[in-house]
């Protein structure tokens, strides 16, 4: 969730991840974050499943398509109320991220999730990464503090706050040791875990902070000066912090690549009518009740209560009083907001000469070690990055798309051949999945790779209209291994999960999902899939207000049981998801069954040729030993003659390839 958005556009967030109801003001924290039914599309005449549920936060209806939901656990009291966040995975433990700091859950047994430990430790928004013993923790907040004290923090200044990364041993997973923390200029929105096999003795951690630049009394050498007026700036890069695994306690910022330089503001689109009436509408209200509001990228803005008491707070102080503010404190404040704003967003720069700067920090970047790439979502852009040398990564290629407002993620298909980047508009807590929104807005843009440029082919955008009450937009998801394909599940907020195709970078089609009806159907309260990820033959979902859900795929005419169990043969030690791994299938009978699936699915051979490969695999698979191998070599041998007449001779070849690997296995 981007709660450090560039506040470019009108965007709704939960304050200090709390799960408050939800009006259409701009938040301005960061800167002080069963059915079943067929595939159907918004303009399909078929009502979908998914439209129309009955709201409730533990209670509200559910549809479900081509998935099963096998557990729903809700939140332990500790962080009861409070904003999950990301997800991490080690072993057999899902590590969730919370506004009040993170909780272990053992998934061992996926239909009865059970707590190891809930730590308490408060920060915005505790994105979570894991590798081997070490884990780390972004802050961003203002109040989180070094000590992981839930009182927060008061002044302005103040070396109690904790922005950046935090690392914990985790050696005894139960039992957490606070080892160290990295402190950064904009804190730690969100972080990537890079390991490079040519130097084992460390791992990288790539920060994206986005909050804006703490005052160097608080940090030195922080300047939200631009690189123009001073070449230290905070703005326009990002940091890598470089942590020896022998000595994690002196991890330190190696490098701040500025990874923007030369690019300009991209055009972008304005908002949907109806929401450019609302803030009018509540700007008028807000002005009329004696509330702030600000100018900011020229428009109006609602500043929200708990912003303007800290101001207030920091007003009375600098006088040197105590206790409440003020009326006289609250016309000073009043008199100086507008240039309060300006000062730390930028709006009082003025005309400049030449086109407007790009984006001064990423939302988030993956990177795929086995390719030597990332993916940057930063902002106004999609990065291309060559991570070659993982503490200067190097920008390659960028893309700009004015349906796009705020690039939020990315993810690579398993060869490296496409990326796929997220659009958070709104930044998360405002409904864009509404049908009066275009299905370009607030979607997925897909690309392929080519010569190392990214070339547009689509976009995806969930396909059932949600209510104003929801809020819904492109979020984090990962790849599912089903070999052969690339299939993603993806979180969309309110809008709930999804799981689609996009083998064909040109034509993505949905075939699978789960959604709930809103979490109150008379106003706008914060819920819904942070994130879905695939880890071990399950989908787990950090549901932002309800705790931790859990699914799996079922067998439909879009994907086969013998496609799941070959995505179920994959296993990881671990995964951080924007650390994205290669997916290597082991040789099983599953794994050639699915090929051939997928062949009979495509029409890539005939009809007469797919059973009697299917009669052979059963064969074979009854023999033992010499027998079953030279029925396998067979058989590859003649598939490599079927490959050149074939229909999909890439599948057929593949295929063969298989039923290789499965003789060699045979001993």
Known sequence: MAFA??????????????????SLSLVLLSAV??????????????????????????????????????SKTPPPKEFLGVTN?????????????????????????????????????????????IYKNLLFVSGESNSARLDCGAQGVKDTVSHDRLRGIRIFD????????????????????????????????????????????????????CSRLTPDKDPNSALFRIEVIKVPLAHPEQAAIVSSPRIFTGLVAPTVHGEAAEDIAANKKEVAEARAKGGFVATLGGDERVAPNGFIAQLLDSVVKARGGTGAPTGADSAALRASFQSIIDKMFGGAAGPTAGPRPGPTQCHDITVYPAIGLAGGACGGYGLLLDISDPAHPVRIGAVADSNFSYWHSATFNNDGTKILFSDEWGGGGQPK????????????????????????KSYYKLPAPQTKEENCVAHNGSLIPI?????????????????FDWT????????????????????????????????????????????????????????????????NSVHLDYLNTQGQPKLVWPATFSLARAYVDQLERSSGLPTARIASVRQALTSAESAAGAARQGALTQLAAQLDGDASGARDAAKVRTLAGSVRDLAAATR
């Not at 958005?5 to 967030?13: G, K």
């Not at 069963?34 to 533990?58: K, Q, Y």
């Not at 080892?179 to 969100?190: D, E, F, K, L, P």
């Open 5 to 22: 958005y560039q506040l470019r556009r009108r965007s709704v967030r939960p304050s200090a991840g709390r799960l408050l109801p939800l």
């Open 33 to 70: 974050g069963c059915a079943t039914s067929s595939s159907m599309s918004r303009s399909s005449s078929i009502p979908d499943p998914r439209v129309g549920l009955r709201a409730g936060m533990m209670d509200a209806a559910e549809a479900a398509w081509n998935l099963r939901v096998v």
């Open 85 to 129: 966040s990301d997800l991490s995975f080690t072993g057999p433990y899902a590590i969730q991220g919370n506004y009040n700091g993170y909780q272990v859950w053992d998934i061992s047994n996926p239909s009865a999730p059970t707590l190891k430990i809930g730590y308490v430790c408060p920060a915005s928004q505790s994105d979570v990464s």
């Open 170 to 221: 985790v050696t005894d997973i139960t039992k957490p040791k606070y080892i160290a923390n990295v402190q950064t200029c904009r804190g730690s929105h969100t972080h990537t875990v890079l390991f490079d096999p040519k130097d084992p003795e460390n791992v990288y951690v790539y920060v994206s902070g986005s909050a804006g630049v703490r005052s160097p009394n608080e940090l030195p050498g």
């Open 433 to 456: 999945c509404r049908v009066t929104d275009k299905k370009e807005w607030g979607a997925d843009a897909i690309f392929t790779i080519v010569d190392r440029k990214m070339v547009f």
């Open 483 to 499: 070999p052969g394909r690339d299939v993603m599940v993806q979180a969309w907020y309110q809008g709930g999960i999804s799981v």
């Open 504 to 567: 064909d970078p040109a034509h993505p089609k949905a075939i699978a999902y789960f959604d709930r009806g809103p979490a109150d159907s008379t106003r706008m309260a914060m819920g819904g899939s942070w994130s879905a990820y695939w880890y071990n033959g399950s989908i787990v979902s950090s549901e932002i207000a309800r705790g931790l859900d859990i699914f799996q795929l079922t067998p439909s005419a879009f994907i086969s049981q013998n496609e799941i169990d070959a995505a």
